[in-house]
């Protein structure tokens, strides 16, 4: 069975630029959750999306967003990005939204020169 | 706020020995889930170990087990007959809402 996968593995972008990440939750989950490893911050829940809808959201601001597609694979995007918007950012699947297992992808690494 | 604490930031163990890793944690919630995981260097988060909170008994998988005290609200995580593949960053976690609270991890060295 494949796990979580996401891509890109690693992205550089400029200060002001927009990113889109992209994820793909295993086969039959539903639940995608997003999370920032940032250094010295640890790791941030993001966002949790179910059935398409956005469910709930961590602490970040708007510029911080995304959706899930009908076949439950998911993207975030980050615009006007900032310095410290350069993290390691995590993607989980759960198989439904009342599952509470959350299975990792391996990240994507996003530096903002 | 909810908040997970891991009191220690490094720990060293010998080959083939034991250690425990240690976890605290504050909820006003009586059912939730906790967790273990694992980020080696290649920084892909894996599961280790997780633990229904209205369980009394302790999960065990393999190698690996935990010490859960629910009044106290400690969740531990036991590795005995350590391998140099355990070399990792480990991270406790709780679940609250569908959202993982993560302590800030513990690097684990695994010396031949």
């Known amino acids: 069975e494949a796990g979580v996968t996401q891509s890109p593995t690693h992205l550089i972008k400029t200060r002001g630029q927009q990113a889109t990440l992209r994820c793909s939750p295993i086969?039959?989950?539903?639940?995608v959750y997003w999370y920032q490893q940032a250094l010295g911050l640890g790791l941030q829940f993001l966002l949790w999306?179910?059935?398409?809808?956005?469910?709930n959201r961590g602490n970040f601001p708007p510029r911080f967003s995304g959706r899930q597609f009908p076949n439950y694979s998911s993207e975030l995007n980050v615009n006007a990005l900032e310095l410290e918007d350069s993290a390691l950012y995590l993607c989980?699947?759960?198989?439904?939204?009342?599952?509470?297992?959350?299975?990792f992808g391996p990240g994507t690494r996003l530096l903002v020169l | 706020a909810q908040t997970v604490t891991q009191s220690q930031p490094e720990m060293s163990v010998q080959e083939a020995e034991t250690v425990t890793l240690s976890c605290t944690y504050d909820t006003s919630e009586n059912n939730y889930y906790l967790f273990w995981y694992k980020q080696p260097p290649s920084r892909q988060m894996i599961l280790v170990i997780r633990q229904e909170a209205y369980k009394q008994q302790n999960a065990t998988e393999n190698r690996f087990s935990v010490n859960f005290q629910k009044a106290a609200k400690s969740f531990s995580l036991k590795i005995s007959d350590s391998q140099l593949g355990d070399t990792a960053m480990y991270f406790c976690a709780v679940e609250y809402g569908n959202k993982l609270v993560f302590g800030a991890g513990t690097i684990l060295r695994v010396k031949s």
């Open positions: 999306y179910d059935e398409g809808e956005e469910r």
């Open positions: 989980a699947s759960s198989l439904w939204s009342g599952e509470e297992t959350q299975y």
């Open positions: 086969s039959g989950h539903t639940s």
